[in-house]
Nanobody
Framework: VQLQASGGGVVQAGGSLRLSCAAS????????MGWYRQAPGEQRELVAT???????NYADSVKGRFTISRDNAKNTVYLQMNSLKPEDTAVYYC????????????????WGQGTQVTVSS
């Protein structure tokens, strides 16, 4: 299973970016999908996750500004980021909890390669 993230870049404070992450390979079903970020010198932290069905979960720091969504037919997760702040600057990683077969109900966690988001003040 491979996750390919795209959409990062440089934007001024107050601007917007949209990240995409497509999963491919031996996929039976994807449970949760999500975005995490890691700033220099910091630990990786959760940004937002979305289950296969149900409500999304957001970090308090991005609530009301970021929106996560997924297209199950395309095995793709998106992160719409609005009202960006300099403190949102980080490498953003997508994650997917994937079941590769119908008979193995235990999902495995896969990570994308990371995409840089830089917000200038």
């Amino acid at each position: 299973v491979q996750l390919q993230a795209s959409g990062g870049g440089v934007v001024q404070a107050g601007g917007s970016l949209r990240l995409s992450c497509a999963a491919s390979g031996d996929i039976f079903r994807i449970n949760a999908m999500g975005w995490y970020r890691q700033a220099p010198g910091e630990q990786r932290e959760l940004v937002a996750t979305v289950p296969i069905a149900g409500s999304a979960n957001y970090a308090d720091s991005v609530k009301g500004r970021f929106t996560i969504s997924r297209d199950n037919a395309k095995n793709t997760v998106y992160l719409q980021m609005n009202s960006l702040k300099p403190e949102d600057t980080a490498v953003y990683y997508c994650n997917a909890e994937v079941r590769t077969t119908a008979w193995n109900t235990r999902p495995y966690s896969y990570w994308g390669q990371g995409t840089q988001v830089t917000v200038s003040s």
